[in-house]
């Protein structure tokens, strides 16, 4: 089993920054596919950031179209970590952020909640304007 454990949410104001960090523990995602979904109150939770492996420990990243530019995910290099630099932050990113890990990640199919087997409990990230 893989355990994720999410962490750096908060209260910030509208052009703030943070950075969200998702340790993984039980066994190692060195291969795995990690990112980050978020869902705010009354709404479905939306792909947000993910890292895709590729041989010779290269993660490609994806994003949806509604951050990009402004947050960045990133991996540790031992892979067992995912992290999200999130800047310009505005109030409509107000949401729960989940880390979430797959071993079977591919670039066809990622952005759904459906393609991800572990998730993690989720960090609150507030955006005041």
């Known amino acids: 089993q893989v355990q994720l454990v999410e962490s750096g949410g908060g209260l910030v104001q509208t052009g703030g920054s943070l950075r969200l960090s998702c340790a993984a523990s039980?066994?190692?995602?060195?291969?795995?596919?990690m990112g980050w979904f978020r869902q705010a109150p009354g709404k479905e939770r939306e792909f947000v950031a993910t890292?895709?492996?590729?041989?010779?420990?290269?993660?490609?990243?994806y994003y949806a179209d509604s951050v990009k530019g402004r947050f960045t995910i990133s991996r540790d290099n031992y892979g067992n970590a995912v992290y999200l630099r999130m800047l310009n932050l505005k109030p409509e990113d107000t949401a729960v952020y989940y880390c979430?890990?797959?071993?079977?990640?591919?670039?066809?199919?990622?952005?759904?909640?459906?393609?991800?087997?572990?998730w993690g409990q989720g960090t609150q990230v507030t955006v005041s304007s």
């Open positions: 890292t895709i492996w590729r041989s010779g420990s290269i993660f490609y990243a």
């Open positions: 039980g066994r190692s995602v060195s291969n795995y596919g």
């Open positions: 979430a890990a797959d071993s079977r990640l591919v670039e066809l199919a990622y952005s759904s909640p459906h393609d991800y087997e572990y």
